[in-house]
Every structure is written in C-alpha cells, then in structure tokens.
Antibody, heavy 117, light 111 residues
C-alpha cells in the first residue's frame, strides 16, 4: 500500500522560510512523478509543482522563484523548500503521486503552513 | 491557466442524482481525455473518484459516473447517500511542460 506522510508545517512570519517533507512508502520517489498541491483555508485546490521521475520540476507562477522541490533518495522523501513566504502562501500543503495521465492518487494527509506576524 | 469552472453548490435528496459540470477550454478539458475528479470531506485530503474522464478506481461505487463533451466534463452521483456530502473538484491536464488545472469546487449537500 502506498502511503505519503507530510510534515514540517508551522506558523512562520512573512518573509520567512520553511521546508516541508513528504515521506513515501510503497513507492520510490525518485522513479515516480510527484506533485505538491495546496489549499488555502476555505478555498479550492491549487497545483504548486510537479516533479517528473527524471527530475525536472515545473512550478506554478505564484511560487516560481521562491519554492524549490528536491528529493532525498536515501530517505525516499520529497521536499518543498519555501522562501520569501507571504500571507498568500497560507494553506494546507499536500503531496500526491501523479500518474502520467494527470491524476493524483494517493494524497498525503497534508501539513498546515500559516504565514502571519 | 485559469481554474476550471464548477457550480459552487449542488444538492439532492437521498436516492436522487446530482450532476456537477466542469467547464474549461480547448487547451485543457476539451483538448485531452485527462479529466479527473476528487471528493473531499471536511478536514480530509482529497480522494480520487474518477480518472481519464470516466474510469473509476477500485473501490469507488458505480454510483459515481462521469463523461465529457467538448470543453465540459460532468460528474454524476446517483442514489445520493449522506456520505456523499462533500466538496468535489475536477482537474485536467493542460499540455506538455505545464501544470494541470483544478476546478473551482462544488459543495454537494444531501437534503
């Protein structure tokens, strides 16, 4: 069974940095297309990034240049490094396996990032 | 890309059916057979219920069905049950070297 577990969410001040983790079991992160999706409080889903098995990553316009995805193959973990955070980045962040025909399954339970002074 | 358009809400009585639309453009919904649907209960992560326009993952009841015509995809929930009360989101591929796009979400209420 595939399981994804996010961690690292916190209350952080505007302008700060945070790194989220997505620990995987039942799949190999380095050989799997993985995405980060976020959901602001009371709002809809927003695609943040997609990382292909070959390592290329694409980012949403809203985070490009501030967020960076990386992988630790030894820990089978995907990371989302978030810099220059603003209140608009406040959201639950989910990681998910993305199939090549562009659907997500499964999703992690999510981790909450709150950007506030 | 702009979010796909869904009605904010839909409702039906137990046993009835409800259909949710998801309207995009020829660059996403209309251009590919890569539409998926997700069910999200309050405080929970989204759950895949439909992929590749009309396919159901193992374990998803046949009461959930979906289709696509032109730039609009649709999800139908038949035989509504109390447990179907949730938010539903569509998603579509939007071309190579780009992220996909989600719908605005629809809250389904079982009356």
């Amino acid at each position: 069974e595939v399981q994804l577990v996010e961690s690292g969410g916190a209350l952080i001040q505007p302008g700060g940095s945070l790194r989220l983790s997505c620990a995987a079991s039942g799949l190999t992160v380095s050989r799997t297309q993985m995405s980060w999706v976020r959901q602001a409080p009371g709002k809809g889903l927003e695609w943040v990034s997609v990382t292909f098995s070959g390592g290329d990553t694409y980012y949403a316009d809203s985070v490009r240049g501030r967020f960076t995805v990386s992988r630790d193959n030894s820990k089978n973990t995907l990371y989302l490094q978030m810099n220059s955070l603003t209140a608009e980045d406040t959201a639950i962040y989910y990681c998910a396996r993305e199939y090549y025909t562009n659907y997500f399954d499964p999703w992690g339970q999510g981790t909450l990032v709150t950007v506030s002074s | 890309q702009s979010a796909l358009t869904q009605p904010p809400s839909a409702s039906g009585s137990p046993g009835q059916s409800v259909t949710i639309s998801c309207t995009g453009t020829s660059r996403d919904v209309g251009g590919y057979n890569y539409v998926s649907w997700y069910q999200q209960h309050p405080g929970k992560a989204p759950k895949l219920i439909i992929y590749e326009v009309s396919k159901r993952p193992s374990g998803v009841p046949h009461r959930f069905s979906a289709s696509k015509s032109g730039n609009t995809a649709s999800l139908t929930v038949s035989g509504l049950q109390a447990g179907d009360e949730a938010d539903y989101y569509c998603s579509s591929y939007a071309g190579d070297n780009s992220l996909g796009v989600f719908g605005t979400g629809t809250k389904v209420t079982v009356l």
